[in-house]
């Protein structure tokens, strides 16, 4: 809890209590540079293109991934949901991972919306799809198909322990993409988080998806926003998809400059979000009860299991809330720690200990 900073990066600062809040890196606060940054922003009117500092935000992300043009958009299920519109036209059928944030998590919005087929794959331990699994998923061209027009990755995996999917596994699945004339989008709503993990730069693991959605409201600690990015002529069309779904926006600067500073200070510190979710994940893995290899953790999230016959996650949940931590129970058995520039080292010893009472009580 770092309250030393006159805009404390501590949700609950504002309240008397200070949590430590793990359920997500999406509570991060904007740092006291946004803040200014989104004081002193010029703007205009986005929906003319004539907002400088949104401008200046897709460009620079556009540089960043290496692609041509960039998009700003409200949020990463926007993002997604304006890519696959832009990629796909009706009764088209994308290929997904079936804990893919995409075809777990968005409302089904690509089909809702866009009449757009998902056939999901079992996503793997390690976040990948297997290449036999994709190409046996690819239709022929046949009267009684869908046609398959998309593959998506997701990078890092979220609910693989936010799993990065490397470089050599994503140039195999871009293999499998041109010998069948298929386009791939990442979402890659943490591909940050990925690339410091990963020891590589952004670009690179940008390089073998032809459009990529990032967040720059999670471990960036924005306080709005994603971006698209990809060729010119898509990103022009997924502008007009982005106005369709009522994504227009205005004198959006006052946010684009949060995500300008989000760009240029927060990317290194995430290796400090990822050595404190692997601490962590080291002393749980520890505890009686818990069901967690650690050596799985390589970024900010953590999912565990409780043992069966122990207490349950909702249970583990409202205890440790009592001793002002904040989990996120996912389903029966998950539950879910995520790291940020929220919570410090310290913070984790507090967590450790919170769950230890809480298991043995
Ligand atoms: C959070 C998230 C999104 C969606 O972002 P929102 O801004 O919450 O809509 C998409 N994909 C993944 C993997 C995410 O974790």
Redesign the pocket.
Known sequence: MLESESFSPNPYLYSQVSMIDLRSD?VTHPTPEMRRAMAEAPVGDDVFGQDPTVNRLEELAAGMLGKQAGLFVT????G?LVALLTHCGRGDEIIVGDQ???FT??QGGPSVLGGIAMYPLRNQPDGTLLLDDIQNAIRADDVHNPRTRLICL?NTQ?RMNGAPLNTTYLNEVRGVADAHHLKIHM?G??IFNAAVALGVNVKTLARDSDTV?F?L??GLSAPVG?MLVGPREFIQEARRARKLVGGGWRQAGVLAAAGIVALETMIERLAEDHANAKYLAESLADLPGIELDPSAVKTNMIIFRLAPNGINPAQLVERVREEQVLLQARGSRQVRAATHYGVTRADMDAVITAIRRALRS
């Open positions: 999406t949020s990463g299920s926007m997604n893919a944030h995409i998590s968005e997701e979220m979402d709503a943490r959605l967040c409201s999670k994603s």
